[in-house]
C-alpha cells in the first residue's frame, strides 16, 4: 500500500487560502505560515501530518498527495474540512 508524508494548511475560505498561497510563493515559511493560519491541530507542527497510507484522508486530499508533484504547495483543495493548501514530502507505491 501507498505511503506518503505531507504538510498542509487548513483555512475556512478560498479568498484565505489564495491570499496565503501567494505569500509562499513570495518566499513565506510553510511551516510558519501553518502555524500562524491553519485551523486544523497540526498547526502545533507545522502543518505536519506525519505519514498516512493511501484511502486515509478524504478523495480530494489523496487525489494531490498521491499523484501530484513533490515538494510544491498545491491548491486550494476544498474538502468538507474547509480549503487546504498541502505541500507532499514523500511518497512510496
Known amino acids: 500500500m501507498a505511503r506518503a508524508s505531507a504538510y ?15 505569500q509562499l510563493n513570495n518566499g513565506a515559511h510553510f511551516q510558519e505560515m501553518a ?13 505536519d501530518l506525519g505519514e498516512f497510507g493511501q484511502g486515509d ?8 498527495v498521491f499523484k501530484k508533484s ?3 504547495v498545491h491548491g486550494p483543495v ?3 474540512f474547509g480549503f ?6 514523500y511518497r512510496s507505491k
Open 70 to 72: 513533490l515538494l510544491e
Open 35 to 47: 502555524k500562524k493560519h491553519s485551523i486544523c491541530p497540526s498547526r502545533k507542527k507545522g502543518g
Open 84 to 89: 487546504h493548501l498541502i505541500k507532499t514530502v
Open 78 to 80: 476544498k474538502t468538507k
Open 8 to 22: 498542509h494548511i487548513l483555512v475556512k475560505t478560498k479568498e484565505e487560502a489564495i491570499k496565503i498561497k501567494q
Open 57 to 64: 484522508m478524504v478523495k480530494a486530499f489523496d487525489d494531490v
